[in-house]
């Protein structure tokens, strides 16, 4: 198995608080990825890291932020959450381009 | 932009049925196509692979062929075991310079196998 830790696994948390997930490796990859996970979409891709401090938006960005200051570090903050962030977090890293990405194994959060 | 199409699920088999789950992909370089497979309560596992047309992606009894003149990667398998039951999902990475590597997904298909 990839060495990909994400904490919290499993988050209640009320609208409008900011929350912080984070996506730990330890296999030294430079590419990240924060997907989320809902039904009838498959996952959809958030943001992307392609090096220390070096970061990207996805398609679905809006309302997040990442941050990367160290190779094995991957931030993901919801600002202020909302009930329509409630889903499933996957983080991923990849060796390099075209290489497979592994997933980590999922935070579940739930904004009441 | 990049697109996948999977199959409208639920999909319900009896063990030992023979398994069929579509894929159709749109993109505009020469992608690489995944399936992924996620078991309850856990992360994705990548199924199997293939990188350029007429590959074959095989493991665990699960094949896919890429078929770059249907632009399809349909998974399947001869015999299904309940220990399959999960959800699959087709998935493809462009080999465009600006896209990171990034993966597109198809929406998912929840695979039940009874005994």
């Known amino acids: 198995d990839a060495g990909i830790t994400q904490s919290p696994r499993h988050k209640v948390t009320e609208t409008g608080t900011p929350v912080t997930l984070r996506c730990h490796q330890t296999e030294n990859h430079r590419y990240m990825y924060w997907y989320r996970q809902d039904p009838g979409h498959g996952l959809r891709l958030i943001h992307y890291?392609?090096?220390?401090?070096?970061?990207d938006k996805g398609e679905v960005s809006d309302g997040y932020s990442v941050s990367r200051s160290k190779t094995e570090d991957f931030l993901l903050t919801l600002e202020s959450a909302t009930s329509s962030q409630t889903s499933v977090y996957f983080c991923?890293?990849?060796?390099?381009?075209?290489?497979?990405?592994?997933f980590g194994e999922g935070s579940w959060l739930t904004v009441v | 932009g990049d697109s996948v199409t999977q199959m409208e699920g639920p999909v319900t088999l009896s063990e030992e049925a023979c398994l069929t789950i579509?894929?159709?992909?749109?993109?505009?370089?020469?992608?690489?196509l995944f399936w992924y497979v996620q078991y309850p309560g856990e992360g994705l596992q990548l199924l199997l692979k293939?990188?350029?047309?007429?590959d074959k992606g095989s493991n665990k009894g699960f094949e896919a062929t890429y078929r770059k003149e249907t632009t399809s990667f349909h998974l399947e398998k001869g015999s299904v075991q309940v220990s399959d039951s999960a959800v699959y999902f087709c998935a493809l990475q462009d080999d465009g310079g600006t896209s990171y590597g990034k993966l597109t997904f198809g929406q998912g298909t929840i695979l039940t196998v009874h005994p």
């Open positions: 890291s392609y090096g220390v401090k070096d970061t």
């Open positions: 579509n894929c159709t992909y749109t993109a505009t370089g020469y992608p690489s």
């Open positions: 293939a990188t350029k047309a007429d």
């Open positions: 991923a890293i990849s060796e390099y381009l075209g290489n497979t990405i592994y």
